[in-house]
Structure formats: C-alpha cells, structure tokens
C-alpha cells in the first residue's frame, strides 16, 4: 500500500513491525522493489508457483509470489533472510 509521499507499506519480520504489523519503506527502497530487474526466481522448473527474492540497497531482502508479482512482497532482515536460508539447506522446510 502506497503513502502520499511515494513510500509504501509492508509486512515485515517481526523485529521490524510496529503494531500495525507493516512499516513504511522510503520512496527509494519501493522504487527499488517495483524495478523488476534484480529478482531471482527460486523455481522447480515445472512453471508457475515460485517465489522471487530481490537483495534491496539497504541490506533486507524482498519475498513475492510469481503468481501475484504487483502484491507488496515480504521485506526481511538480511539476518532473518541468512536464518531461512540455512534452515531450508538443512531440510527444516522438507514437510
């Protein structure tokens, strides 16, 4: 969700969320995100149901679905982001 000044809003981990649960990024960091160069596809090859990461100037690290690419992503910590992906190398998501 956008504000009067160009920034948006989004859901972050929780160390970063103030009670609404979003906080407001700067108009740059949302340039950033909208600017569709630099998403990587995680992908199974087999289309459809992937998800993007996109490493943002300011250290965090952008989460969207590829089915719903204008949905305002997920923005997390770089050490939130480091935590995930050593959780997923390690089979912890393997359901």
């Known amino acids: 969700m956008r504000t009067k000044s160009g920034a948006s809003r989004v859901p972050?981990?929780?160390t970063d969320q103030g009670e609404s649960g979003v906080v407001e990024l700067s108009a740059h960091i949302t340039?950033?995100?909208?600017?569709?160069?630099?998403?990587?596809?995680?992908?199974?090859?087999?289309?459809?149901e992937c998800l993007e990461a996109k490493q943002l100037s300011d250290g965090r690290v952008a989460l969207r679905d590829t089915e719903?690419?204008?949905?305002?992503?997920?923005?997390?910590?770089?050490a939130v982001w480091d935590k995930f992906?050593?959780?997923?190398?390690?089979?912890?998501?393997?359901?």
Not at 68 to 78: G, H, I
Not at 85 to 93: D, E, H, K, L, S
């Open 12 to 14: 972050v981990d929780a």
């Open 68 to 78: 719903q690419p204008d949905a305002e992503p997920w923005v997390l910590r770089r």
């Open 85 to 95: 992906v050593a959780g997923a190398r390690n089979g912890i998501f393997d359901f």
């Open 31 to 48: 340039r950033e995100i909208a600017d569709p160069a630099g998403w990587v596809t995680a992908s199974s090859g087999q289309g459809g």
